[in-house]
């Protein structure tokens, strides 16, 4: 079994916002799991992870953006549990701290143009084919065993809740607590903030990864502040705030997004006086590092 000890607690967050309108507000602090292999992405990784060691593959090979939390934490959890670590990252080479700390952990980049990179299977092919080593995880670590991992999130919620809140980028993590609350039998409803434009697609990944028309899902399509990595004055303001106000770290390209559409449902009424909501922090703060010049 591949797998750590970690804490990830319930913990309320008392905002003026909360009180006043009867809400009370709890966060999942996934974002404590790990510095580097944080949040969902740990989810996500366990069971390929498991499945690699079984069928003996000791190179991961994977994809992403220049700032990737998901290649991020494949170069950890590869170094911690014994596995070479290769990445395709998207577009011209460049340097940062997120790729120079996938060099530390012992991860080998590959940049690729925009073009080549669309298609994952190809390039995967195209270098490892004839390798018995080597194991394919898609880019964000989207998948089913994925959506497994993600849904053993609901096993360790406490409490009850109203609502639950995650961010989407995959829909991979929603898919997972939409299963767990699902198996649960709760009536929670599930919300989803997309964190890029067009998110509607989100429910039609979470049916390839078959949770099909779950109930009490609902999709907050207008969260997304102009498109994937994209912010505005508004987000960062909101992002100082709440920051100095929780001592919670949130960033503006995940969960900054979803604290924010948190925030204002609640402050539109949209979620009920008496109301309790719980949110899950997927981390990713490294994601930060190359944003700090816009706050
Ligand atoms: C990758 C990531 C997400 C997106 O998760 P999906 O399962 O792809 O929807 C959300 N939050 C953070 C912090 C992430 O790093």
Redesign the pocket.
Same mark, same amino acid.
């Given at each position: 079994m591949l797998d750590f000890d970690f804490y990830s607690p319930e913990e309320e967050i008392a905002l003026p916002l909360y009180k006043e309108r009867g809400v009370r507000v709890f966060v999942k602090r996934d974002d404590l799991i790990h510095p580097y292999i944080?949040?969902?992405?740990w989810r996500?990784l366990k069971y390929p992870l498991q499945q690699a060691k079984t069928d003996g593959k000791t190179l991961l090979v994977t994809f992403g953006g220049a700032w990737s939390?998901?290649l991020l934490a494949t170069a950890c959890a590869g170094a911690r549990f014994g596995f070479r670590t290769y990445g395709f990252v998207r577009g011209d080479r460049l340097d940062n701290p997120v790729l120079q700390l996938c060099q530390l952990f012992g991860m080998e980049l590959h940049f690729v143009d925009r073009e080549r990179y669309r298609d994952k299977k190809a390039l995967f092919n195209i270098y490892f084919r004839d390798s018995r080593e080597a194991y394919f995880m898609d880019e964000?670590?989207?998948g089913a065993l994925?959506a497994e991992g *993600?849904s053993e999130i609901a096993n360790e919620i406490c409490d009850t809740y109203d609502h639950l809140f *995650?961010? *989407?980028?995959?829909?991979?993590?929603?898919?997972?607590l939409a299963k767990g609350i699902t198996t649960r039998q709760w009536k929670t409803t599930l919300h989803g903030v997309p964190?890029l434009k067009g998110g509607s697609f989100?429910l039609d990944e979470i049916a390839k990864l078959g949770i099909i028309n779950p109930a009490n899902v609902r999709l907050h399509l207008d969260y997304h502040f102009g498109g994937y990595a994209k912010t505005k004055p508004e987000l960062i303001e909101f992002i100082k705030t709440f920051t100095r106000q929780t001592s919670i770290l949130i960033?503006p390209?995940?969960?900054g997004k979803?604290f924010y559409a948190v925030h204002d449902l609640i402050a539109q009424k949209q979620i009920t006086s008496g109301s309790k909501v719980l949110v899950f922090h997927?981390?990713?703060?490294t994601?930060i590092l190359g944003m700090l010049n816009r706050f």
């Open positions: 944080s949040g969902n992405k996500k939390n998901h964000g670590g989207y994925a *993600c *995650c961010a *989407c980028g995959t829909g991979t993590t929603l898919a997972g964190v989100i960033e390209t995940y969960t979803l997927s981390g990713g703060l994601g």
